[in-house]
Nanobody, 116 residues
Framework: QVQLVESGGGSVQPGGSLRLSCAASGIISISINKMAWYRQAPGKERELVATISGGGTTNYADSVKDRFTISRDYAKNTVYLQMNSLKPEDTAIYYC?????????WGQGTQVTVSS
């Protein structure tokens, strides 16, 4: 059974930083095509934040470029999202997503709140 467990969310002031983690279990690393972070703000649709391919290629939404960094630890089967210079509009539930040969999987989400 595949499980994605996210951690690292919380409340910060504008300009602050957070680091999200998502550990995947029940799945082998070489079967993962892509790992990603999505977010959903209240009253809005879920949107793609960043992706990282099996080969390490990364892509970002324009709204987070130069502020967020996605990375992956292949040995730990974990994907990270380093978020710097956070803004109130980054407030959302952040979800981890895995695209693998065996299927598509979502984490349970972790809340990020940016407020003064």
């Amino acid at each position: 059974q595949v499980q994605l467990v996210e951690s690292g969310g919380g409340s910060v002031q504008p300009g602050g930083s957070l680091r999200l983690s998502c550990a995947a279990s029940g799945i082998i690393s070489i079967s993962i095509n892509k790992m990603a972070w999505y977010r959903q703000a209240p009253g809005k649709e879920r949107e793609l934040v960043a992706t990282i391919s099996g080969g390490g290629t990364t892509n970002y939404a324009d709204s987070v470029k130069d502020r967020f960094t996605i990375s992956r630890d292949y040995a730990k089967n974990t994907v990270y999202l380093q978020m710097n210079s956070l803004k109130p509009e980054d407030t959302a539930i952040y979800y981890c997503h895995v695209n693998s040969r065996g299927g598509l999987y979502w984490g349970q989400g972790t809340q990020v709140t940016v407020s003064s």
